[in-house]
């Protein structure tokens, strides 16, 4: 079993619509919680970063962490077709440079 | 890009021959890493640097060798390629900010063929 699962989708969904995707793994002592994006042939693009357990909102996006049940979430509300990429979560300890990532999962946002 | 530049951004090569692909960022960042990614696995830790000439294996170090003798460039070689080392590989770099880590970023990939 993998240390950390992610749905490799691809996920459809329409312009406007809010987007869910989510992420579980298994080490508890994961504390930093990463979510990128990536663009087709591009490198990842840190799009969210969460201590511990709770809410953070930036604009459309919106990262929920859930340590009881180790599962964490990304929301987009009012998807664009420029989000349909590949998103990343990566869950780590020490801060920023010990993560684990998911095998990511592909949106795509259609007019 | 978080001023990370890869070189090369794409290389075809021959199992058997050695590689070396260069990382170099403007950002003085302490921390500097080699990841790979393929189809089903993500990505994956190669090596990562804590300083200059410190350095540390990751999950998939086996056939890769690292070196870093500046802060802003850190060196990624296959000593001597095999098919299984065709991949997309990714540097970042991180940096600490009152002792607390900080998220890495990412450079755009140099996609390795080897034939």
């Known amino acids: 079993q993998k240390e950390v699962e992610q749905d490799p989708g691809p996920l459809s969904v329409p312009e406007g619509a809010i987007v869910s995707l989510n992420c579980t793994y298994s080490?508890?002592?994961?504390?930093?919680f990463m979510w990128y994006r990536q663009y087709s042939r591009k490198g990842p693009e840190l799009l969210m970063y969460t201590y511990s357990s709770g809410n953070k909102e930036d604009g459309r996006f919106t990262a929920q962490v859930d340590k009881s049940s180790k599962y964490i979430s990304l929301f987009i509300r009012d998807s664009q077709p420029s989000d349909s990429a590949t998103y990343l979560c990566a869950p780590g300890t020490g801060g920023g440079n010990k993560l684990t990532f998911g095998t990511g999962t592909q949106l795509k946002v259609e007019l | 890009d978080a001023g990370i530049t890869q070189s090369p951004r794409h290389k075809v090569t021959e199992t058997g021959t050695p590689v070396t692909l260069r990382c170099h960022q403007t950002e003085n960042h302490r921390y500097m890493y080699w990841y790979r990614q393929d189809p089903g696995h993500g990505l994956r830790l190669i090596h990562y640097?804590?300083?200059?000439?410190?350095?540390d294996k990751g999950e998939v170090s086996d056939g890769y060798s690292v070196s870093r003798s500046k802060t802003e460039d850190f060196l990624l070689t296959l000593e001597s390629a095999t098919s299984s080392q065709t991949s997309v590989y990714f540097c970042?770099?991180?940096?600490?900010?009152?002792?607390?880590?900080?998220?890495?970023?990412f450079g755009d990939g140099t996609r390795l063929s080897i034939l």
């Open positions: 640097s804590y300083g200059v000439k410190d350095t």
């Open positions: 970042a770099i991180s940096d600490s900010r009152t002792g607390v880590d900080q998220p890495q970023h």
């Open positions: 080490n508890s002592a994961f504390q930093y």
